[in-house]
């Protein structure tokens, strides 16, 4: 069976970030300091340069990508967009699948999009330090990897389960330079206070972020990059968007479903925002971020102002959140172990423009190595998220007798999850559905704080 590449010469690189905002229907709530009132420019200065303040509050439809960022990008972009021939012939499917494959990238997924243009900003403002967070590595691996380009010393604050569970990311990152601290550390007030609370924690995203933020804001020569959630991190990643729009077109096709794994939104918005200018313009397509059931963050989260990290140093954000010091069992899917959600997909999915599904652990392995034995790729454990939900939308399509176009984004490959793919072949993998009272109690510790 014939293979079905659609390439895009390394000219057809997006010239300009899209920002979604410009086509919203309702302008998002401002972010709030401790005082409840909108956060200003100046105090996020303290960890962010100037480049990306001004992306970060801007409303401008188009953002112009600098050209030393393009020619970095040009390593590995634009990334091919395939057809899924074998998987939908295993499936039985008339549905036609496509996926846009981000393994391409040298730290082997979709970070690196960002990972630079946060490099090249932060050296432009002098900037000498980054520290950061990671969940499964991939997004340290990527400011690790910018980090070095751009002549920046990097730390990264790992989350302590995945430490464990993915010592070669670890590896990955020291490669590139950087120094990799298992979180929470005795380093920072933060990991102090997580330690004393529980001396066996198995750390999360939230508080690698605390201890990240909390070291940024104490050294003038340090600032502190973030691999998802806030507005210009998904801007950065709204080039796959838009390469995938031209790649259809190339091909005289258009998806009536893209789905795409969620834990703080970057991947999910940078697939679908591009789509979502279409849809604003009357054309029909479904924008589904798939998340885990271990944490169900859109699915069964609360829309409310929270912190985005664990011990409240960042800004009161508007987004779907299962609490601030929500911890979630270490599965392996480590990069979707986010307790909050990007505040504009959050408000997307709240204005009902989007949707939003959960999908338990085992299920997801069995799509992506279904989808390995068929397509070849090893799926990273994030992006199986998306290839599951893509299946069950394929089959729904079989049972219907319905030839739709789906596409899903496979934001990463699994060549350092291997471990994990070993507990499932072994059968030592479990489902995790939070318990409703676990998720209760964490939502009633919110910040008081009125909302229109």
């Known amino acids: 069976m014939s293979q079905t590449k659609i390439l895009l010469d390394e000219n ?6 899209y920002n979604v905002m410009a086509d ?16 200003s420019p100046e105090m996020l200065g303290a960890i962010f340069p100037p480049g990306i303040l001004e992306q970060e509050m801007s409303t401008e439809r188009w953002i112009p990508i600098p ?5 970095i990008l040009r390593l590995w972009r634009p990334s091919p967009l395939y057809r899924a021939h074998r998987l939908e012939a295993a499936l039985g499917t008339p549905a036609k699948i496509y996926y846009k494959y981000e393994g391409v990238s040298p730290a082997g ?6 990972a630079v243009a946060q490099a090249y900003y932060n050296r432009e403002a002098g900037i000498r330090r980054l520290t950061t967070e990671t969940g499964a590595g991939q997004w340290g691996s990527s400011i690790a990897l910018a980090g070095q380009m751009f002549g ?5 604050y790992m989350v302590k389960v995945s430490y464990d569970q993915k010592p070669f990311r670890r590896s990955m990152m020291e490669t590139w330079g950087a ?6 550390t005795d380093m920072t007030e933060s990991g102090r206070k997580i ?18 933020v909390e070291e940024a804001a104490s050294r003038p020569d340090t600032n502190y990059a973030l691999g998802s959630v806030l507005n210009h991190v998904v801007l950065h990643q709204t080039i796959i968007g838009q390469e995938v729009k031209k790649q259809f077109e190339k091909v005289g096709d ?3 479903a893209i789905f795409a794994p969620c834990g703080g939104g970057s991947n999910f918005g940078g697939a679908a925002f591009p789509f979502l200018a279409d849809k604003a313009a009357g054309r029909e397509v479904r924008l589904v971020a798939v998340e885990p059931t271990s944490c169900p963050t859109l699915t069964r989260g609360h829309y409310a102002y929270d912190f985005g990290d664990s011990v409240g140093l960042t800004p009161l954000m508007l987004m779907y959140t299962l609490g601030h010091d929500f911890v979630p069992p270490g599965i392996h899917a480590g990069g979707l172990r986010y307790h909050g959600d990007s505040p504009l997909v959050s408000q997307l999915y709240k204005e009902g423009l989007i949707e939003a599904v959960a999908v338990p652990q085992i299920a997801t392995f069995d799509a992506g190595v279904q989808f390995a034995r068929t397509e070849g790729i090893i799926p990273a454990p994030e992006s199986c998220h998306a290839i599951r939900a893509c299946i069950d939308e394929a089959l729904r399509c079989k049972e219907a007798g319905e030839a739709r176009t789906l596409f899903f984004n496979l934001s990463g490959h699994g060549h350092f999850d291997m471990a994990s793919f070993d507990k499932y072949f072994r059968g030592e993998l479990e489902d995790y559905a939070y318990p409703e009272e676990a998720i209760h109690a964490a939502l009633e510790r919110l910040p008081k704080v009125e909302t229109a």
């Open 67 to 71: 050209d030393e960022v393009r020619e």
């Open 152 to 156: 920046l010393e990097v730390r990264v």
């Open 179 to 184: 120094e990799v601290l298992a979180s929470p």
């Open 109 to 114: 997924s979709h970070k690196p999009n960002s």
């Open 12 to 17: 057809e690189i997006p010239t300009h970030w």
């Open 254 to 256: 258009y998806p009536d």
């Open 24 to 39: 919203m229907p309702n302008p998002p709530a401002p972010p709030l300091g401790p005082d409840g009132k909108p956060v």
């Open 195 to 212: 330690l004393a609370q529980d001396p066996n924690s198995p750390g999360s995203l939230g508080i690698a972020i605390s201890e990240a």
